[in-house]
Structure formats: C-alpha cells, structure tokens
C-alpha cells in the first residue's frame, strides 16, 4: 500500500502564490506517474498536472503557464509550484501516484480570495 503525505496549500489573495508537496513511501514498485488532481465543490475531479517519472508533463491548459510541476524519483515526492493564483483556483487539492494501481493523498484544500 502506498501512502500519500501531502503538505502546503492555504488562503492566498489572487496573484498570490502557493507551493504543494507529496512525498510517497511504502511502496517497492517503481512509481510511473506523479501530480495533482483538484476538485471544486459541486464539481467533478479534474486533472491540474501529472509528470511521468521520464520527465514527461501533461499540464491543464487552465493552468499552463502560471503552475509548475517537478518530481524527485529518488525520494518519490512532487511538488507543484502555484502562482497568480485565481479565485477559480479555489479546491481542494489531490496528490496522485500511480504505480501498480492509483493511489490518491487525502487532499489539502486551496483558497484563492480577497
């Protein structure tokens, strides 16, 4: 079983910044994928950004250009770099790793307001 510990997120004001991190441990199985996921109340759970472990990025173009994903594959952990953030931004944030199967983080909440 692999366990997700997810760290950062917050309440930043629009144009702000935040910084989320994973680290995965528990697992003997070479992890694939890394990135986030985030869902909006009332809305479905949708891809923010996932880095293959050769490097390879698919990043939502509703954030292109603005969120920065790495990854470390020799401590297993990704990060995802947030700036001018929007109040449209606003969600709570999941870590997701896939190795053998999916394994999901329980989610830390981002808030982008005035």
């Known amino acids: 079983q692999v366990q997700l510990v997810e760290s950062g997120g917050g309440s930043v004001q629009p144009g702000g910044s935040l910084k989320l991190s994973c680290a995965a441990s528990?697992?003997?199985?070479?992890?694939?994928?890394m990135g986030w996921y985030r869902q909006a109340p009332g809305m479905q759970r949708e891809l923010v950004a996932i880095v293959a472990r050769d490097g390879n990025r698919n990043v939502s173009a509703s954030v292109k250009g603005r969120f920065t994903i790495s990854r470390d594959n020799a401590k297993n952990t990704v990060n995802l770099q947030m700036d001018s953030l929007r109040p449209e931004d606003t969600a709570v944030y999941y870590c997701?790793?896939?190795?053998?199967?999916?394994?999901w983080g329980r989610g830390t909440q981002v808030t982008v307001s005035l």
């Open positions: 528990g697992t003997a199985f070479r992890i694939n994928d």
């Open positions: 997701y790793v896939f190795t053998f199967a999916s394994f």
